[in-house]
């Protein structure tokens, strides 16, 4: 009973999904889904991706948050088109909630659209949104041990940021071992090590997301 | 429908819950579900506590992870009796996951179960277990943002204990209005400052939590 309820909605899902895709593609939009922990430092992060891309690519954002709109008037400062998505409890984002979202924009104008989900290391994995790329952000304050405990998200993800690298030598973090076992859950994922507060590694990161953008067809 | 369905499962975790609060108090066990992020320091901080309790408070432990022993392999070396839940995908442990491991301990020579719940802030905060008293664990380096955009943990909970607080002078973090926006939100919550790395503040909160587990009658 519980299986086929489950079953119900992931495919709902997967269907909105598809539409949301098929959206994107037609738009020329490249879409990002950014995951991560509460705290891992999506927002911080993408707030100094937009000042470096700033002038080159064209970008909005969809914030998920449970409650707030705090993230979304973050971003509002930058200058670029916002949209919030309250989920009211629930601990991820969804495709339908994310096609309401998208609505609301003038895809024409845009080359790329980030979605930073709600905080779950966890749940938001399993609910494709349409996105054309998976990106995990990982603190290193979080601990070596995450991969291999949520390896979900990281064998799903095109990219890793590594973030918070500015206060690496302050924990136990052992980053060989960490990167190691990023490789073994997913051997073709980029990993960038970052520090969204100290800007370090931004530009990498920022250049490596261009270049799948600049990949997407207008 | 998906309401109904919801409700259903509810009321069966309620049910479960339920018979676990029974069968904590009928043995004198003081039971605690320790949530948080992943990487906020939960293990870390109950190897720490079980090192203080030793010699003072018989305790046993219950480990909720997706995939992975490795928490409970962390808890097995300080040898108190461990049980490891693996939800093999779910993002909370439920009633009666924990009714299952609990029936493999001897609660008669117990005082103190420690259930540390599956590394979310968001859903485990939902499932009763049947527990006296839930704990939060908050890392500072996750943002001082956090109980506002997560409120339920802090509302739900006796006590947060605010986890590396050695790294705060490495991290943007305003601890007053961190402190001031939980207890917003939960007035009658006790805060913890503590670093499971240095031992700091471990004392406070494992004096408190001995003085609830006296509380229980045997």
Not at 1 to 29: D, P, Y
Not at 118 to 129: A, T
Request: glycine content about 8%; hydrophobic content about 40%.
């Amino acid at each position: 009973m519980e299986i086929k309820v489950n079953t119900g909605i992931l495919s709902a899902n997967e269907q909105k999904a598809v539409e949301n895709r098929k959206l994107f593609k037609e738009n020329g939009v490249f879409a990002i889904n950014l995951m991560g922990s509460p705290g891992a430092g999506k927002t911080t992060v993408l707030e100094k991706t937009i000042d470096y891309l700033s002038g080159k690519v064209r970008l909005a954002v969809i914030e998920g948050d449970i409650y707030t709109s705090k993230d979304a008037r973050r971003i509002e400062k930058y200058g670029v088109p916002v949209e919030q998505i309250n989920t009211g409890g629930a601990c991820h984002l969804d495709a339908k909630m994310v096609s309401g979202a998208l609505s609301k924009f003038d895809l024409t104008g845009l080359d790329l659209m980030v979605i930073e989900n709600v905080g779950n290391l966890v749940c938001p994995v399993e609910f494709d949104l349409g996105e054309d790329q998976k990106i995990a952000v990982l603190s290193i304050t979080e601990g070596d041990d995450k991969p291999m405990k949520y390896p979900l998200l990281f064998r799903e993800s095109g990219a890793v940021i590594l973030n918070k690298m500015d206060i690496l030598d302050f924990t136990d973090v052992d980053l060989e071992g960490l990167r190691k076992d990023i490789h073994i859950i997913n051997p073709d994922i980029k990993i960038f090590e970052v520090s969204a507060r100290t800007g370090q590694g931004i530009d990498q990161w920022a250049e490596w997301l261009t270049d799948r953008v600049k990949d997407t067809v207008k």
